[in-house]
């Protein structure tokens, strides 16, 4: 297998599992809408931190504001996996240049969720790393990571016909053996 075709094989079955990652979360968010309403309602009302003081003005204590950032969260889940699905599919048609770009937002979108979203806005605006009950930052970050390495793998550079003589050579001599 060229060198290119495992990079395209890698960003696709990569691109893909992220996709479906992020599919099967937007479903369950919207199929079992009350369990992690609840995450985001705790996590916004830091109604399980050390009740600081110097911290508490930050709660949102507020239900529509709260359900609001849930059906937020859950609509830039499923644009994500839409994306990223729309890229794998462009992965498997061998358009890369399309493949990558569209690979890229999505992925791009997912980082800023759970970068942007969860660690920064809800570990430590919200102090959810005080919490014992409502505390998502370890998953946050394995997705997070997950997606940085994704994006990497889809950002190799590689080149649409790369068979160079030596492997045109291998091939002929393995053939004729």
Excluded: C
């Excluded at 075709?5 to 992220?18: D, I, N, Q």
């Amino acid at each position: 297998m060229s060198t290119t075709r495992a990079l395209s094989l890698s960003a696709t079955l990569l691109t893909a599992t992220v996709a479906l990652y992020l599919a099967l979360v937007a479903f369950g968010n919207i199929t079992d809408f009350g369990t992690n309403q609840q995450f985001v309602r705790h996590v916004l009302a830091m109604d399980t931190t050390f009740k600081d003081d110097d911290l508490m003005w930050r709660a949102i204590t507020n239900h529509a504001v709260q359900d609001a950032v849930y059906v937020a969260v859950i609509a830039w889940e499923t644009v994500a996996a839409v994306v990223l699905g729309y890229g794998t599919w462009l992965w498997a048609r061998r358009d890369h240049h399309a493949a990558r770009r569209f690979s890229t937002y999505g992925l791009l979108m997912v980082m800023l969720l759970f970068g942007a979203g969860f660690i920064a806005i809800g570990g430590e605006w919200f102090s959810m790393w005080q919490s014992q009950d409502w505390n998502g930052l370890e998953a946050a970050t394995r997705i997070f990571l997950l997606s940085g390495v994704v994006l990497l793998v889809v950002q190799l550079p590689f080149r649409e016909a790369e068979t160079t003589e030596k492997e045109t050579g291998k091939e002929n001599k393995a053939a004729a053996i």
